[in-house]
C-alpha cells in the first residue's frame, strides 16, 4: 500500500509543481501584456503631441530674404485707401492640415504713394500679436510692451529685431501678400550666441 501511496504524493507533488509553473507563466503573460497594452496607449497618445512639438525643428522652409512662398491675395487695390493701414488675414503656408484656425494669421498692408509695405502681425519678442495705432503710425506689442514705428523697425521694449516685411504684389486690381514661413519670434539678435 505504500508503493500506491508514494505514487498518489508523487503525482500531487508533481501537479502541484505543474500548476506552479502554469500559474507563473499566467501572471508573467497577464504582466507583460499589461506592460505592452500600456505601452501601446502612451505611444498612440505621445505621437500627435511628439509630432506637433517636433515637426518645426525638422522643416527648413524659412528663408529670411522671404524670396521663396506663395502669393495670396487678400483684397483688391480699392479695399486699400491711400496711406490707410488695414490689417489683412492669409493662410500660413507652413500649417498643417490639422492646425484648423491656427492656419490663419494677420498682417498689416499699408498702402503708400508709389509702394506697398506689409508687415507680419506679429512681435518679435514672444510672438504676441502686435496692434496698430492709426494716430501715431506706430506698432504696440501689448504683452511686453514693444514699441514698433511706422517702418516696422522696434524702437522701444524688448523686442530686439524689426517686424517682419513679406512681399506686396499686384495682379490686375488684387492685392497679394509673399506669405513664406513665417520665422518664430527671437530674443537674441540672429548670428549672435547670446
Known sequence: MSGAGDKTAAAQKTHQKTQQQQDTSR???LVWLSL?????????????VARAVLDPAFQNKYSPTGDKGEWQTVGQQ??????????????????QAYAGAVKKDTAYLT????????????????GCPVQHQAGSGLYFCPCHGGVY?????????????????????????????QTAALPLPTLVWPGSSS
Not at 36 to 48: E, L, M, N, R
Open 27 to 29: 501572471r508573467k503573460f
Open 36 to 48: 505592452g497594452s500600456g505601452a501601446a496607449a502612451a505611444a498612440a497618445a505621445g505621437y500627435p
Open 78 to 95: 480699392a479695399d486699400f485707401p491711400l496711406g490707410q493701414t488695414v490689417l489683412v488675414t492669409f493662410t500660413r503656408p507652413d500649417a
Open 111 to 126: 498702402r503708400r504713394e508709389g509702394d506697398w509695405l506689409a508687415l507680419h502681425n506679429v512681435c518679435m519678442h514672444l
Open 149 to 177: 514705428n511706422a517702418e516696422g523697425t522696434n524702437v522701444a521694449g524688448p523686442p530686439r529685431i524689426p517686424l517682419r516685411r513679406l512681399g506686396v504684389r499686384l495682379q490686375g486690381q488684387d492685392v497679394q501678400l
